[in-house]
């Protein structure tokens, strides 16, 4: 059996292409090829909007597919899907699910609300001021979070909730999973200490948001759930093709962005493959540094990492995205800062900055808000556009692979044996 979600639209038409015979006689050769490959392609078109943009998942539903169709899609290509193990929600309307795969694994993907900004007051001073209003949005999101919080507002559900489709969010971002655990071993993430187990597959990739879509109108997908998606690149590289074929699932390429802790040779690679966003995950501003906490910096170097950033291919107007989790009394200086601006100079990019989110065990901690604004603040005085990034959904553990490692099969749950003490606000499962 072939799992619909592995196909990209041109896969599916090739699968087709036997069962897409014209009946017209007397076809030359090469008509008759021509119009076979074209009759697959209307069908392979027709099933990909049924499946990704009506969410149909029965075979028998699609009715203008003939009857034969039908019976061959049953017989050979399964609509595949996810089993929702917890869902749960945050205050701050972040909802993180927890899925089972068919061999019992576990992964998680987050949905992350941004709430309008448009409206507000420090965005428009902002825009007449001509500057980039995102470098206010952390104080903003808070309010108008907190503010939506008093009124009710919840993130529920695109069929469900029509205050969401009414524009509450200014986009839901989707955090996807390309692995589960990952072999990094990133110091500061849950994940990393967790391990890899395995990759996951393009269909598993694909199937997180297409049952998230079924849920709510994500607008963006971040690969920055469990794993390193470069690590896993055909898989990823594949659902990314398929996330932006506008017959399926209908991403923009710049709605779309692949994080990486720096694996340089695919990071080139990524670019020659399919055009969609990059974000590299930096979190150090020398090489000893990044070393300590980053083992992939052993082999690649923030020189060799630069300049795989300055040799990538960026379309008008679009910029790397470099993740910098700030770590309390370790990477959190003013010089820490200056040398990041060295780093990234010339680069067309965006720094944002994550406090880091602390979690039992961790060694770090987390630095406090007036030294967070102070290393933003030296980064925009110096014409570096740098926003920070809110710890979304700390009351249910949205740091990467810590849901998992609560419900999940991960190694090492006895460092959490107190989930039960957690405020769980919603749980669907
Ligand atoms: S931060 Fe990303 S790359 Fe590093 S260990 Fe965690 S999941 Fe892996």
């Known amino acids: 059996m072939i799992f619909f ?6 896969d599916l038409a090739e699968l087709l292409l036997p069962l897409s015979a014209p009946r017209d006689r007397g076809l030359t050769d090469d008509e008759f090829e021509k119009k076979r490959a074209k009759r697959a392609k209307f069908r392979a078109q027709q099933i990909f909007h049924w499946v990704y943009q009506r969410y149909v998942t029965e075979w028998d539903e699609m009715t203008d597919l003939s009857k034969d169709l039908r019976e061959w899609l049953k017989a050979n290509v399964e609509i595949f899907r996810l089993t929702e193990r917890v869902n749960q929600q945050a205050l701050d309307g972040t909802h993180k699910f927890l899925w089972t795969l068919h061999d019992q694994k576990t992964i998680e993907s987050v949905i992350i609300p941004a709430a309008l900004q448009e409206k507000s007051g420090a965005d ?55 692995q ?44 920055m759930g469990m794993g390193e998606p470069l690590h896993n690149f055909e898989n990823v590289a594949k659902a990314c093709e398929i996330l932006i074929d506008q017959d399926g699932l209908g991403f923009s390429k710049r709605k779309v962005t692949v994080s990486t802790s720096g694996l340089v040779p695919a990071i080139t690679e990524l670019g020659k493959r399919v055009d969609v966003g990059l974000a590299i995950s930096l979190n150090a501003s020398t090489d000893e540094q990044r070393s300590a906490i980053m083992p992939v910096n052993k082999k690649w170097n923030l020189a060799a990492l630069m300049k795989a950033c300055r040799e990538f291919p960026l379309g008008p107007h679009r910029r790397i995205t470099f993740e910098y989790v700030l770590l309390k009394d370790f990477n959190d200086s003013l010089e820490d800062a200056e040398r990041v601006i060295k780093l990234t100079r010339g680069i067309p990019s965006k720094v944002n900055l994550i406090p ?32 920070v990034r809110i710890s979304r959904g700390r009351d249910i553990l949205a740091a990467c692979g810590q849901l998992r490692s609560i419900f999940g099969t991960a190694r090492g749950t006895d460092r959490h044996k107190d989930w039960k003490e957690l405020p769980v606000l919603q749980n669907h499962s």
């Open 5 to 10: 979600q592995s196909l990209t639209k041109a």
């Open 124 to 178: 428009a001073v902002a825009r007449l001021d001509g500057r980039d209003p995102g470098t206010f949005r952390d104080d903003e999101e808070k309010e108008t979070e907190a503010t939506q919080m008093q009124k009710g507002v919840r993130f529920s559900g695109a069929k469900t909730d029509a205050k969401l489709n009414e524009g509450q969010w200014r986009r839901l971002t989707a955090c996807i999973s390309s």
């Open 180 to 223: 589960v655990g990952c072999a990094m071993a990133c110091k500061f993430c849950l994940t990393g200490v967790q391990g890899l187990d395995r990759s996951l597959q393009t269909h598993e990739i694909v199937t997180q948001v297409h049952e998230l879509r079924m849920r709510a109108p994500i607008t963006n997908i971040v690969f």
């Open 356 to 387: 880091f989110n602390e979690h039992s065990g961790a060694e770090f901690k987390r630095p406090d808000d007036i030294r967070v604004k102070a290393f933003q603040r030296y980064l925009l005085d110096r014409g570096v556009t740098a926003t």
